[in-house]
């Protein structure tokens, strides 16, 4: 599997250099459950506004690939959808079923979906909010096509940390200087892209021969914050915990120094959300 880590850049790893680290990257979500649950983003409202318009109706069952805690779930249930969530995680998804506890509809699954045996009945839709990108690429087009049922929908998620907005946008070209002297892996010259530098994208499904082409939706909205909470963000993606502690610790001391000391101890991160949703024709 290849995939290059945009640390600073992206909410998520987009390389990894060997099978080995990718098993290793996608592991380190479950070491601090809590923390990923209270400092990662939300979702916007819009998005499920969306989904529920391109035909998912109340009553519709979900499969969810990659539930997390719940972040995503809990919106979905609140729509009345019946609910499998898979996660590979056990902290993960142990923190998801409390928060998912008022709702009936839902069963939050302990497995890895590449593994996990698909029930017999099918699903109206398959669901994966930031998470599609560390299935295994082999199977996780065929094997969501084959979790629907014909004219079923695959809705994915992506989230990407894009420039613009804010006055805080310089500090996102400063921090690279940390990320360079404490992460080697870390490219030269890297920017933040603009919403329209990221291409729609809908090769993977088409090409499979089992999607149609899909529909995207985006939104962009902007997110504050102090250095304390920055910091707690930071530790909730997987290239920074998988750094040694003392590279870890020198980057987040000296990424702390950047937001106190140059601006105010706040900073601003611009987000784009992408929802992709493309129909199941074979």
Known sequence: ???????????YPLMVSDSNDYVRLRETFN???ARYDRARPRYPVQLFDD???AGVAPGA????IGCGTGQATVPLAERGY?????????????VARRNLAAFDAVEVVTAAFEQWPLPG?????VFCATAFHWIDPAVRVSKSADALRPGGLLATVGTHHIAGGTWTEAFFVEIQKCYARFDPSTPPGLRLETARDIVEDDRELTSSGRFGPAKFYRYEWELPYSTTDYLDLLLTYSGHRALPDVRRSAL??????LID?????RIVKRYLTELRIAQRVR
Not at 121 to 125: G, H, I, K, W
Request: hydrophobic share 50%; charged share 30%.
């Open 261 to 265: 000391m140059d601006y105010g101890g």
């Open 61 to 64: 069952r979900v499969l969810e």
């Open 31 to 33: 070491e601090d459950a």
């Open 51 to 53: 989904l529920a318009a």
């Open 252 to 257: 987040l001391n000296s990424i702390a120094r």
């Open 121 to 125: 009945e099918p699903f109206d839709v």
């Open 1 to 11: 599997m290849k995939m290059a880590t945009i640390r600073a850049l992206r909410s």
């Open 82 to 94: 019946r609910i499998v969530a898979v996660e590979l995680g056990t902290d993960m998804a142990a």
